[in-house]
T-cell receptor
Framework: EDQVTQSPEALRLQEGESSSLNCSYT??????LFWYRQDPGKGPEFLFT?????EEKEKERLKATLTKKESFLHITAPKPEDSATYLC????????????????WGLGTSLAVNP | EAQVTQNPRYLITVTGKKLTVTCSQN?????MSWYRQDPGLGLRQIYY???????DKGDVPEGYKVSRKEKRNFPLILESPSPNQTSLYFC?????????????FGPGTRLLVL
């Protein structure tokens, strides 16, 4: 069964304290892995898409990496405004369900950055 | 500005009173989805649409209906809402081209069914 697991569930950092969030996945062929940021009560905001193992993408203090079984979202010198829930989702290359555009979502990591 | 809009943003209703949540996107995307988000359960797809007049069930379609008569609009209909449909709802749209796919989300509709 296709599945996405994110860890930790919650993370509290001091401003400037770098860390990584993990997204491990099992899927019948990976078509794409997506990272989103979600602020409370708001819609998820797209951050990155990764397509193949070894790929890396960066945006400001965030860097996403991908292996064959997991992805990491590295946060370098975080600021309080980076506080949010970070969601990971995968899109399978092969599916019997008929919807090859479907995203399989993790439950997210809630990040709090203290000043 | 490229965006997905939803209305209403907040809604309180009573059991059995039909309601519609509208969703509109201005990016000419062919693929649209409805999700609900509940604590501990994450985002779950309700219905999706590959294009105009092409819709299908997601993971939790019971109690919901959709239609796609125009490319830009994808309304979610609750014919007879029940308290277990109290949730935060998101509409999303995307297109796939050149190996790139980005799914854009609306701001959400918070629904309370009494």
């Amino acid at each position: 069964e296709d599945q996405v697991t994110q860890s930790p569930e919650a993370l509290r950092l001091q401003e400037g304290e770098s860390s990584s969030l993990n997204c491990s996945y099992t899927v019948s062929g990976l078509r794409g892995l997506f990272w989103y940021r979600q602020d409370p009560g708001k819609g998820p905001e797209f951050l990155f898409t990764l397509y193949s193992a070894g790929e890396e993408k960066e945006k400001e203090r965030l860097k996403a990496t991908l292996t064959k079984k997991e992805s990491f979202l590295h946060i370098t010198a975080p600021k309080p405004e980076d506080s949010a829930t970070y969601l990971c989702a995968v899109q399978a290359a092969y599916t019997n369900a008929g919807n090859n555009r479907k995203l399989i979502w993790g439950l997210g990591t809630s990040l709090a950055v203290n000043p | 500005e490229a965006q997905v809009t939803q209305n209403p943003r907040y809604l309180i209703t009573v059991t059995g009173k039909k309601l519609t949540v509208t969703c509109s996107q201005n990016m000419n995307h062919e693929y649209m989805s409805w999700y609900r988000q509940d604590p501990g359960l994450g985002l779950r797809q309700i219905y999706y649409s590959m294009n105009v007049e092409v819709t299908d069930k997601g993971d939790v379609p019971e109690g919901y209906k959709v239609s796609r008569k125009e490319k830009r609009n994808f309304p979610l209909i609750l014919e007879s809402p029940s308290p277990n449909q109290t949730s935060l709802y998101f509409c999303a749209s995307s297109f796939y081209g050149g190996q790139q796919e980005t799914q854009y989300f609306g701001p959400g509709t918070r629904l309370l069914v009494l």
